[in-house]
């Protein structure tokens, strides 16, 4: 994947203002705190701002290239994504001239956690623009900084389990747009070929509906209400496996999570 030159980075969401303003600020929150618990460390990072410019179509079609570094067709499904999200904007956030992520971990959690809140969009960078999924996969091997997400211990129920809970760390609910977990969960069905999706329709709403069964506070176990969300939703195309299958793949996502 080609490597963005770390000058500003622009974020592009399909999310309102309000709702980018929101990570944005919990960002910010999260970063003070983080630095006045490590009274001392002198960690250089540019600011961040709600706001920024989005590019036209055309020059988007420009920043859009091919795995191999190579600038990427103007017919390609490459551009074809970018335009499609572009049209879809609503709110950026800019983030200026930040330090290397290779070697600053407070940048790497910084990027994540704003990238990750402002859903599937884009990145602009310097020259190139990349999916916020490309974005996630080239922070994803680079160090964060200890401490940045506070985290808080959730039981999950599984069905037909009796007593028997699921117990995952994970930030406070405010904080999931940073972990994701919706899309961790499907995911992890799509891999273990449990569920396709159906490619002509958007994951937000499904994500969205998945958070809110994970919130729920019914009778029911938060798995067996995430089954029936899937059955349920036009974004999935067809669930191969049973509920026995289904429960056992949810149940490793969200234990996924408490490794993070």
Not at 88 to 96: F, G, K, N, W, Y
Not at 213 to 228: C, T, Y
């Amino acid at each position: 994947m080609r490597q963005p030159v770390s000058l500003d980075f622009v974020i592009l969401s399909p999310k309102p203002p309000t709702e980018l303003g929101a990570v944005e600020a919990e960002c910010r929150t999260l970063l003070d705190n983080w630095l006045v618990a490590h009274d001392g460390v002198d960690e250089p990072f540019a600011d961040f701002d709600l706001g920024g410019q989005i590019p036209s179509a055309d020059d988007a079609a420009q920043m859009v290239f091919e795995v191999d570094g190579g600038r990427a067709a103007d017919d390609s499904p490459e551009v074809a994504e970018v335009l499609s999200r572009l049209a879809t904007v609503r709110s950026a956030i800019t983030i200026e001239r930040p330090d290397d992520p290779a070697v600053n971990p407070l940048v790497v959690s910084v990027l994540r956690f704003l990238i990750r809140g402002a859903g599937e969009g884009l990145v602009q960078f310097a020259d190139g623009i990349q999916t916020t999924e490309q974005a996630i996969a080239w922070l994803a091997d680079k160090a964060e900084a200890d401490g940045f997400l506070p985290t808080r211990t959730t039981t999950v129920r599984t069905p037909r389990s009796g007593t028997r809970a699921v117990t995952v760390d994970t930030a406070p609910r405010a904080n999931l747009a940073a972990i994701d977990v919706p899309r961790l969960i499907i995911d992890r069905l799509v891999a273990d070929g449990l569920v396709a999706l159906d490619p002509g329709r958007r994951r937000d709403s499904l994500e969205k509906q998945l958070d809110r069964a994970l919130a729920s506070d019914d009778e029911l176990s938060p798995v067996k209400a995430l089954i029936e969300v899937l059955l349920d939703h036009d974004a999935v195309a067809e669930v191969f496996g049973t509920d026995a299958q289904l429960e056992q793949s949810m149940r490793l996502a969200l234990e996924s999570v408490a490794s993070r």
